[in-house]
């Protein structure tokens, strides 16, 4: 069409997308150009304005590499990524709740055996957790593969550290017949999320804080079962009711008790005193959860 301007531009875009051969990306972007379009509509931005939006993101992608994906950090802090979750991770009542996947999470964990550490440097107050894999019934889930990961105990992942080994607090667990799991590692702390790229500069420019509050990280999944991505949180952080990302939820907060007792450390191979955590696991056959 000519005489594009104000009134017109949601319907021209929308009709030159009617050779579009998929219904369902026509769908979405039509809803992107009509909710795009209102808010242009509605806050005006000036030229230099829509010129700094276009900046911003670029440099987001610009930051963008192997090891950091500032674009999944945009969609977290912005609460997309756990509204998101929430739409497709619609489970039925008493399974786990599911939580953010992360922008640290790295394939190709090394497995291990159940009791072993994950952390490989030692640096941190010592931890055991534990729990259990069940389905909604109650009962043990055999062969469940918990994929486990965490920040160090001064709040850095791995790939964020030099220092640590690679593959740091990281490890992958497969459940037996009573569908426990166990190992140690060392009590996770509350971190920022980077605030060294454009991210960063949106929090700070909006008055908010970048803090993520303690927690490991699992995937939680079985053969017939519908797997989960979610956290443990450490009970009485500061950070549990603000977290940048939006993650928090109550049934995900446990309390990591502090120990101590020598001879239970040595038994499970860890310094004296150490911390304790346990959380179990529900997983929803496939079946229930469609």
């Known amino acids: 069409m ?35 379009h209102a808010v242009i509509r509605e806050v005006e931005p000036t030229q230099e304005e829509w010129l700094a939006a276009i900046a911003f993101l670029t440099d987001t992608g610009k930051i963008c590499d192997d090891k950091r994906q500032e674009f999944i950090l945009l969609s977290d802090t912005l609460g997309v990524s756990m509204l998101a979750d929430a739409i497709n991770n619609r489970k039925p009542s008493g399974a786990t709740e599911s939580t953010v996947l992360g922008p640290f999470h790295v394939a190709g964990a090394p497995p291990r055996t159940m009791g072993d550490t994950i952390s490989l440097d030692g640096k941190g107050d010592p931890a055991w957790v534990s729990g259990r894999v069940l389905d909604l019934d109650g009962n043990p889930i055999e062969g469940a593969c918990l994929d486990v990961w965490q920040s160090s105990s001064e709040g850095a992942y791995d790939v964020q550290d030099p220092d640590q080994p690679d593959m740091n607090l990281r490890g992958l667990f497969t459940t037996g017949k009573d569908g426990r799991y166990y190992f140690r590692t060392v009590r996770p702390s509350s971190y920022p999320v980077p605030t060294d790229g454009p991210v960063g500069g949106m929090l700070t420019a909006l008055g908010r804080h970048p803090m993520r509050p303690a927690h490991i990280h699992f995937i939680v999944g079985a053969p017939g079962f519908e797997p989960v991505t979610t956290h443990v ?8 009711d603000s977290d940048a990302v939006f993650g928090v939820k109550s049934s995900l907060v446990e309390p990591f008790v502090e120990t101590d007792d020598s001879a239970r450390a040595s038994e499970l191979g860890l310094a004296n ?4 955590a346990g959380h179990d696991f529900v997983l929803a056959r496939q079946a229930e959860a469609d």
């Open 273 to 276: 005193p150490f911390y304790v």
């Open 2 to 36: 000519r005489d594009f301007n104000e009134m017109s531009a949601t319907a021209a875009v929308i009709d030159r997308m009617a050779g579009c051969e998929s219904p369902r990306l026509r769908e979405i972007m039509t809803s992107v150009v009509t909710h795009l």
């Open 233 to 240: 949180f450490v009970a009485g952080d500061p950070y549990l």
